[in-house]
T-cell receptor
Framework: DAKTTQPNSMESNEEEPVHLPCNHS???????IHWYRQLPSQGPEYVIH???SNVNNRMASLAIAEDRKSSTLILHRATLRDAAVYYC???????????FGQGTTLQVKP | KAGVTQTPRYLIKTRGQQVTLSCSPI?????VSWYQQTPGQGLQFLFE???????NKGNFPGRFSGRQFSNSRSEMNVSTLELGDSALYLC????????????FGPGTRLTVT
């Protein structure tokens, strides 16, 4: 299973953009990049995923480096509700197996 | 659409007993995965079922088993419970097996005494 590396924690101010980085230098051509987050006392929640191109949805944007060895999850305007642990996960296209690392704990300050 | 439901939400068992947890996926979803979450080990993949077949398995002992029914509902069973099995057990469903987004249920909190 390909590994990802994320900072342990990050801080942001409310209503400011947040860029959460993820390194995945051993990514293979068929690995998808998924992001999930887990709010306190809840199960993980799907955020966004991509393969090669940048992706946008109502929750966030995903910027993928040209060589695919890193990606960045972008929250355009952080709210207090975005305080959570964010996980960057690589998934082989043929399997639904999510391997969670320790993720990045995002703190949002009012 | 209703989300993923898990029953029971809380369970207390004693060592040596066995337990069965249930998961009902989102309607139309055919893949169900199970995860264990503990403070020490974080979130760990247990297994994935698709079309009543186990597609993937994590690194857990044989005491952990599961199955999926024709309506995609899934159960996981843990036999001969140990104190270390105390955890939050999460189930997630997705449309199919593969790199699809997974939707998690609220989990079953199992305490082994």
């Amino acid at each position: 299973d390909a590994k990802t590396t994320q900072p342990n924690s990050m801080e942001s101010n409310e209503e400011e953009p947040v860029h959460l980085p993820c390194n995945h230098s051993t990514i293979s051509g068929t690995d998808y990049i998924h992001w999930y987050r887990q709010l306190p006392s809840q199960g993980p929640e799907y955020v966004i995923h991509g393969l090669t191109s940048n992706v946008n949805n109502r929750m966030a944007s995903l910027a993928i480096a040209e060589d695919r060895k890193s990606s960045t999850l972008i929250l355009h305007r952080a709210t207090l509700r975005d305080a959570a642990v964010y996980y960057c996960i690589l998934i082989y296209s043929n399997t639904g197996k999510l391997i969670f690392g320790q993720g990045t704990t995002l703190q949002v300050k009012p | 659409k209703a989300g993923v439901t898990q029953t029971p939400r809380y369970l207390i068992k004693t060592r040596g007993q066995q337990v069965t947890l249930s998961c009902s996926p989102i309607s139309g979803h055919r893949s169900v995965s199970w995860y264990q979450q503990t403070p020490g080990q974080g979130l760990q993949f247990l297994f994935e079922y698709f079309s009543e077949t186990q597609r993937n398995k994590g690194n857990f002992p044989g005491r952990f088993s599961g199955r999926q029914f024709s309506n995609s509902r899934s159960e996981m069973n843990v036999s001969t419970l140990e104190l270390g099995d105390s955890a939050l057990y999460l189930c997630a469903s997705s449309l199919a097996s593969g790199a699809y987004e997974q939707y998690f249920g609220p989990g079953t909190r199992l305490t082994v005494t």
